[in-house]
């Protein structure tokens, strides 16, 4: 039997994912709580949070710059968890809904930070998604300074919208969390940050874990 050392080692050797090691690179780099807040904002900076989860990641921002931060989360549960949250700040408002390509209904898989549209889970929600570019012409928001996405796969088709309207020419920063939930994500990875390139550079990059784009001004 080998000592539990010598199994740590040879796990994390030989039977680490190449998922796995961009994940301990990222952590190891600092990325959670550097590169994710490291950013030229001040108190009129627009920020989109997309996927907002339980609201942490705009509190964690929102104590650095006092900035006016727009937070979109589809489960209801957790968008009621964000209003609470912020229901004394003025300068974080908070939607019960996603934005996505196309205004619609849908079903979501309910597992907490990991709630997506694809896979299974034991329980599911009815969710609003709406177009964003409708969004966006309905709130008269023609610049945004950051938009983080973390919407579980849903990312591709948002990005593919922003794209094909032009839009994604009005953020600044564009902070993505790519989710290789099928063979073709790749692909449309690939693809995406392709047409990124001609508008926008990179930052940082941690293959389907985090990356930036800043656009070239």
């Not at 994940?23 to 190891?28: D, E, G, N, R, T």
């Not at 073709?184 to 874990?209: A, C, K, P």
Request: glycine content about 6%; proline content about 1%; overall charge negative.
């Amino acid at each position: 039997m080998f000592g539990t050392g010598i199994t740590k080692f040879l796990k994390e050797k030989f039977f680490t994912s190449p998922h796995e090691l961009m994940v301990q690179k990222w952590y190891s780099d600092g990325g959670d709580f550097a590169m994710r807040f490291s950013y030229d904002l001040d108190e009129n900076s627009v920020v989109f949070d997309l996927g907002g989860y339980k609201g942490q990641w705009a509190s964690d921002l929102f104590s650095r710059y006092k900035c006016y931060i727009f937070v979109f989360e589809p489960v209801a549960l957790f968008a009621e968890i964000i209003s609470d949250r912020f229901k004394k700040n003025d300068q974080i408002q908070v939607f019960a809904c996603g934005l996505s390509a196309k205004t619609r209904k849908e079903q979501i898989n309910v597992d907490e930070v990991s709630s997506s549209l694809f896979g299974d889970s034991e329980r599911t929600e009815e969710i609003e998604l709406i177009d964003v570019k409708e969004w966006l012409e309905e709130k008269s928001i023609s610049a945004i300074d950051l938009m983080k996405i973390n919407i579980e796969g849903a990312e591709y088709e948002l990005l593919t919208r922003l794209i094909e309207v032009g839009l994604v020419k009005n953020i600044k920063n564009i902070q993505i969390q790519f989710h290789n939930f099928s063979c073709d994500s790749r692909v449309h990875m690939e693809e995406i940050q392709r047409v990124l390139g001609q508008t926008h550079r990179l930052t940082y990059q941690y293959e389907f874990v985090w990356e930036n784009w800043e656009l070239v001004q």
